[in-house]
């Protein structure tokens, strides 16, 4: 099965997301997942639900302590690398990276109401947006760019929940060439960006006021 981000002819149906999820809770409820048995599980679209997958606690959010940042760095990898047409390679202490304990089995019940939202309204559309290679790579450029802010280790509450919707919406539209979810993804990495903007203005002026304070 083809393993990029939206074939040209899809052989058959792909499986919806939420099937998968609830299958990897099944698979993984008695022991933990390394990454290499979750890439196996998804087959042939591995990666790019991949990306969607490890976004997805973070777009609800669900308290996963810790786990923003390899995560995000995780999507950041394969993302950059898919960008530039390349089949994405992950060293094997990475491969062998296990997700936190009771990842999927509280991930699919809290998850399973956005993930049905989202297929019952993705459908290829806008194909301007989908169809060229350089526009494709543009788009995994900006959800790596997104991925990294997940992975940034911001202790304040939304720092996680834009930039994971960012990299759902655009890994949902690249995924089924869904150009609306394309553009709306654009929208949650901008929000991201003047969060993360205004949020390290509030840190700065509070540590200069402070500064001043300490020094009279």
Known sequence: MNTTLAPSVPRSRPRPLSEQLRDLRTTFSDHP????????????RAFALLMILFA????????????????????????????????????????????????????????????????????????????????????????????????????????????????LLLGCGLLERDGVFIATGYLAFAASLVFVTLLGGAISEALAHTWHWLVG
């Not at 290499?36 to 998804?42: G, K, M, P």
């Not at 350089?134 to 959800?143: K, M, S, V, Y």
């Open 33 to 44: 997942a390394t990454l290499q048995e979750i890439i196996v599980a998804l087959e042939g």
């Open 56 to 167: 997805l606690p973070f777009a609800a959010p669900i308290s996963l302590p810790g786990s923003s940042t390899p995560l995000g760095l995780i999507i950041a990898v394969i993302a950059v690398q898919l960008a530039f047409g390349r089949l994405p390679w992950l060293p094997r202490r990475v491969r062998q990276w296990r997700v936190p304990p009771g990842f999927f089995a509280r991930v699919v019940p809290m998850t399973q109401r956005i993930v049905r939202a989202l297929e019952r309204v993705l459908h290829p559309r806008w194909p301007k947006l989908t169809d060229s290679a350089l526009l494709r790579g543009a788009h995994l450029l900006t959800l790596c760019a997104a991925a990294l802010l997940l992975a940034l280790p911001i202790p304040f509450p939304f720092s996680n929940t834009f930039p994971a919707w960012a990299i």
